[in-house]
């Protein structure tokens, strides 16, 4: 058994050699069209790249119950992963000045769109990206709403969304880089 394995890793070792030659260095390979096209789901501060679909508080909450409670806890306050649900401090921006507060989204996200970009990507903990449009917009829905920031009747969609303004939002410094060889 143990010369099988032994044999297998010196011929993997010289199939690497070979692509090395190649330009691919031994590891993995080219991405199809829509393996890419499957990553590329950015959602930009402005609301570029949302997709769409829409969500409503009440199907939020739901959701919320079943799929996310189990890590931040029934209200959003309480864990045991990130607290999601507070707005304290109201007024002004302690966070560099004053330890233990908790960064939630109603005290400190400076975008909405943010939110569902997260959410999208990563949620649920155990099947990152298996959310729905729909299902995301309810949540952020949700979300937004246990944190003042939205009414409860309000329609999530890729129209609304970006025009959702957080209670952080003019506490960070909008990055204007553009890219390119400019940059060093």
């Known amino acids: 058994m143990r010369i099988v394995w032994l044999a297998t890793i010196v011929v993997g070792l010289a199939t690497a ?10 590891f993995g390979r080219t991405p199809i069209e ?22 409503t508080v009440a199907k939020g909450e739901e959701l919320y119950y079943q799929l996310c409670a189990s890590c931040h806890g029934i209200t959003g306050t309480e864990g045991p992963n990130d607290v999601l649900v507070g707005r304290e401090p109201r007024e002004g921006f302690p966070f560099a000045t004053t330890t233990g507060l908790s960064r939630t989204i109603g005290n400190y996200w400076p975008y909405a769109t943010t939110l569902y ?3 999208y990507r990563a949620m649920p903990f155990d099947e990152p990206g298996s959310l729905t449009p729909d ?6 829905a949700f979300l937004l709403h246990k944190n003042e920031i939205i009414a409860e009747d309000v329609i999530i969609d890729k129209n609304s969304l970006p ?5 952080a939002r003019d506490r ?3 990055d204007n880089r553009v890219g ?3 940059l060093r």
Do not use: C, R
């Open 135 to 140: 299902q995301v917009y309810s949540l952020v």
């Open 180 to 182: 390119g060889p400019e």
């Open 34 to 55: 829509a393996e890419i096209k499957a990553l590329d789901i950015d959602v930009m501060a402005d609301g570029t790249g949302l997709p769409d679909g829409e969500g």
């Open 117 to 119: 970009d997260y959410t």
């Open 163 to 167: 025009e959702v303004v957080m209670p």
């Open 17 to 26: 050699q070979a692509e090395d030659d190649n330009g691919t260095y031994g």
């Open 172 to 174: 960070f410094v909008h």
